[in-house]
C-alpha cells in the first residue's frame, strides 16, 4: 500500500515515480494472477489510475486522470497517455508516441513517435459479434510518426504509413500509403503531406519531402 494508492507485490516500480491519489498498479481480478508488472523510471501516474497485471512499461511514462491500462501490454519511453483513455488488451506502443483523451485501443502495435488525437477509436473485430474461437480479431499497425486527428476510427487490420495524417472525424477502412494526408467517411486520399498548408498561418508547418525522407 502507498499513501497515494496501491502498488501490488507484482509491481517492478523504476526510481522517481509519482503516484497521485486512487493510483493502481498490478491489479487483476484473478487473485492467482503473478504476471509481473514491469515499470521504468521517473513515471507520473495522475489520479486514479489503473495499470493490470502483466505490462511492460519504459521510462518517462506519463498519464493523464482516470487511465486504464489492461494485461499484455508492451510501452516503449517517453509514452504520454492522457486522461480518460483506454489501452485494452493486447497492444504494443512505441517509444515516444503521445495518446490523446479518450481514446481506445486494443491490440494496436504504433511505431515510435505516433500522434493519437483525442477520442481516436481503434475497432479490432470485424464482424462483432465475432463467435469463439475469434480467429478475425486484429487490430491496425500504425508506422512511425504518422499523425492522427480527433475522432477518428480505425477499422481493423489496417496499416497507416510512416508519417501520414488523418484528418479529423474519419473512418480509416484501408491501408494508408506513407507520408499522404487521408479524410473523410470512409477516408480518401486528399494530398501529400508536404503539400499541408496551415489554415491560420499559411505555412508549412509539415516539414518538405526532403527532410521527411519518405520512401
Known amino acids: 500500500m502507498n499513501k497515494n494508492g496501491i ?30 508488472t514491469n515499470i521504468g523510471k521517473n513515471a507520473i501516474f495522475r489520479v486514479y489510475t489503473v495499470v493490470c497485471a502483466g505490462v511492460k512499461i519504459g521510462d518517462n511514462f506519463q498519464t493523464g486522470p482516470n487511465v486504464f491500462i489492461r494485461e499484455d501490454n508492451i510501452i516503449g519511453n517517453e509514452v504520454v497517455v492522457w486522461h480518460s483513455a483506454t489501452i485494452s488488451l493486447g497492444n504494443v506502443i512505441g517509444d515516444g508516441c503521445r495518446i490523446h483523451a479518450g481514446s481506445f485501443l486494443e491490440l494496436v502495435t504504433l511505431g515510435k513517435r505516433v500522434f493519437i488525437g483525442p477520442n481516436v477509436v481503434f475497432a479490432d473485430d470485424p464482424h462483432p459479434v465475432n463467435p469463439s474461437p475469434r480467429t478475425c480479431f486484429g487490430g491496425a499497425v500504425v508506422e512511425d510518426e ?11 487490420h489496417v496499416r497507416i504509413g ?8 474519419s473512418t480509416v477502412t ?19 503531406v508536404e503539400d499541408v498548408v ?6 508549412k508547418h509539415y516539414p518538405y519531402k526532403e527532410y521527411w525522407n519518405i520512401k
Open 162 to 169: 510512416r508519417k501520414a495524417v488523418v484528418g479529423a472525424g
Open 174 to 192: 484501408k491501408n494508408i500509403p506513407a507520408g499522404e494526408v487521408w479524410v473523410g467517411n470512409p477516408a480518401k486520399f486528399l494530398k501529400r
Open 7 to 36: 502498488i501490488y507485490p507484482n509491481v517492478k516500480l523504476g526510481k522517481n515515480y509519482r503516484l497521485d491519489t486512487g493510483v493502481i498498479l498490478g491489479f487483476s481480478e484473478d487473485v492467482e494472477n503473478k504476471d509481473v
Open 198 to 203: 496551415c489554415n491560420v498561418e499559411g505555412k
Open 146 to 156: 504518422a499523425v492522427i486527428g480527433a475522432n477518428v476510427t480505425v477499422l481493423p
